[in-house]
Nanobody
Framework: QVQLVESGGGLVQAGGSLRLSCAASGSIFSMKMGWYRQAPGKQRELVATITSGGSRNYADSVKGRFTISRDNAKKTVFLQMNSLKPEDTAVYYC???????????WGQGTQVTVSS
C-alpha cells in the first residue's frame, strides 16, 4: 500500500507558476508516476507521467510549459507548471502505478485555480 499526498496548489494569475509536490508513504522506485487533472464537468485527464527510468510523457496541452520530475530517495514527485492559463484550472491528482501488483494509487487531489 502506498499513500500519496499532494501539495502546492493554489490561486495564481495567468502567466504565473506553481510547483506541485506528491509525497509517497512508501518506495516509488519501481513505479510509474503521473499527474492527472479534472476540471468541473470534465473527465479526468492525463497531464504528465514519468517512468522509473526517467522517461517523460506530456499531454499536448501542457508540453513546453509543465515539467514532471521525481526524487526516489525522497519518495516525491513534482510538477513544475509555468505560463499557466485559465484552462489549466482543475483539481490535480498524483498517481502511482505498481506494475508488480498491477494497481493504481491516487492522492486526494490539490486545487489549482488560474485567474485571467
Amino acid at each position: 500500500q502506498v499513500q500519496l499526498v499532494e501539495s502546492g496548489g493554489g490561486l495564481v494569475q495567468a502567466g504565473g507558476s506553481l510547483r506541485l509536490s506528491c509525497a509517497a508513504s512508501g518506495s516509488i522506485f519501481s513505479m510509474k508516476m503521473g499527474w492527472y487533472r479534472q476540471a468541473p464537468g470534465k473527465q479526468r485527464e492525463l497531464v504528465a507521467t514519468i517512468t522509473s527510468g526517467g522517461s517523460r510523457n506530456y499531454a499536448d496541452s501542457v508540453k513546453g510549459r509543465f515539467t514532471i520530475s521525481r526524487d526516489n530517495a525522497k519518495k516525491t514527485v513534482f510538477l513544475q507548471m509555468n505560463s499557466l492559463k485559465p484552462e489549466d484550472t482543475a483539481v490535480y491528482y498524483c498517481n502511482a502505478y505498481d506494475f508488480g501488483l498491477q494497481r493504481d494509487y491516487w492522492g486526494q487531489g490539490t486545487q489549482v485555480t488560474v485567474s485571467s
